[in-house]
């Protein structure tokens, strides 16, 4: 399995953006998905997740101004992030889990100025 995230970039705060994350293979609408991001001097922390069902939960800092999806079709998970403060600037990680195994994209950088 092969993760391609995209659509980092530059924002001011108050702004939006949308991070896509393309999956190879054929496990992709049988996995759990993840968006994890990882600050300057930060640990890896858990952003948002979705169940192959599904079902999402968040971390308590970005409910109610980030939104994980998914595309079966498309194998691909998006990460809608509105209202952007300078304290989301991390490099974001998607991240697939399937039967115990797990996969790491490249990280794409998201940067919110003030």
């Known amino acids: 399995v092969q993760l391609q995230a995209s659509g980092g970039g530059l924002v001011q705060a108050g702004g939006s953006l949308r991070l896509s994350c393309a999956a190879s293979?054929?496990?992709?609408?049988?996995?759990?998905m993840g968006w994890y991001r990882q600050a300057p001097g930060k640990q890896r922390e858990l952003v948002a997740r979705?169940?192959?069902?599904?079902?999402?939960n968040y971390a308590d800092s970005v409910k109610g101004r980030f939104t994980i999806s998914r595309d079966n079709a498309k194998n691909t998970v998006y990460l809608q992030m509105n209202s952007l403060k300078p304290e989301d600037t991390a490099v974001y990680y998607c991240?697939?889990?399937?039967?115990?195994?797990?996969?790491w994209g490249q990280g794409t950088l998201v940067t919110v100025s003030s």
């Open positions: 293979g054929r496990t992709f609408s049988r996995s759990a």
């Open positions: 991240n697939l889990k399937f039967l115990g195994f797990e996969y």
């Open positions: 979705i169940t192959d069902g599904d079902n999402s």
